[in-house]
């Protein structure tokens, strides 16, 4: 399975930016799916998680109320709709996918990533 995210940019600080992950290569639809983000300098780390069905959805206090992940399994498609962005969102992200259980926020869980889309959010 091969994931290819879009959608990053440049925005200001309280604008909004929507991310897309679309896999090809395989079934989409057995995977969990999650967002991770890199800021210069630091670790990457996890955003928010979905599950293969969309039922359930995890994420990291730090975009608590502000991003939402959603999917499409006809599209073969994961989002990140981001909203209230902040300057320390800049960074890298990367959507991933897992097919075997374990915690939603933990990276080495996950099977196939994405090259990563950059966003920057200017103040």
């Known amino acids: 399975v091969q994931l290819v995210e879009s959608g990053g940019g440049l925005v200001q600080a309280g604008g909004s930016l929507r991310l897309s992950c679309t896999a090809s290569g395989g079934t989409f639809s057995p995977y969990a799916m999650g967002w991770f983000r890199q800021a210069p300098g630091k670790e990457r780390e996890f955003v928010e998680a979905?599950?293969?069905?969309?039922?359930?959805?995890y994420y990291a206090d730090s975009v608590k109320g502000r991003f939402t992940i959603s999917r499409d399994n006809a599209k073969n498609t994961v989002y990140l709709q981001m909203n209230s962005l902040k300057p320390e969102d800049t960074a890298v992200y990367y959507c991933a996918g897992k097919s075997r259980p374990g915690p939603a926020d933990r990276q080495n869980v996950y099977d196939y990533w994405g090259q990563g889309t950059q966003v920057t959010v200017s103040s």
């Open positions: 979905i599950s293969w069905s969309g039922s359930t959805t």
